[in-house]
């Protein structure tokens, strides 16, 4: 399994970003898929999942209604589409799945929201 993170930055707030985490080594459309951040200092905490086929998402509070997240079996990619970005969510994101028991991590894209 391998997850590589892509589309982190530096941002003003209100600005948007759009992550994407290409998936490969298993069957990426069996498989429903997070998204979870850590701030400095801080633990690491889930932000959305999207079912295998993309039929139901779930949000944290405090993104809900301003992140989605989307996802395209036929690219293996999932994406989080990141609106009215505040500085709170400077964080490393990071792509997950579980399979078979086992939980797999990206490497994390940097997201800094700053002026």
């Known amino acids: 399994v391998q997850l590589v993170e892509s589309g982190g930055g530096l941002v003003q707030p209100g600005g948007s970003l759009r992550l994407s985490c290409a998936a490969s080594?298993?069957?990426?459309?069996?498989?429903?898929m997070s998204w979870y951040r850590q701030a400095p200092g801080k633990e690491r905490e889930w932000v959305a999942t999207i079912t295998n086929t993309g039929t139901s998402t779930n949000y944290a509070d405090s993104v809900k209604g301003r992140f989605t997240i989307s996802r395209d079996n036929a690219k293996n990619t999932v994406y989080l589409r990141m609106n009215s970005l505040k500085p709170e969510d400077t964080a490393v994101y990071y792509c997950y799945v579980r399979k078979s028991g086992s939980d797999y991590w990206g490497q994390g894209t940097q997201v800094t929201v700053s002026s």
């Open positions: 080594g298993f069957t990426f459309s069996r498989y429903a």
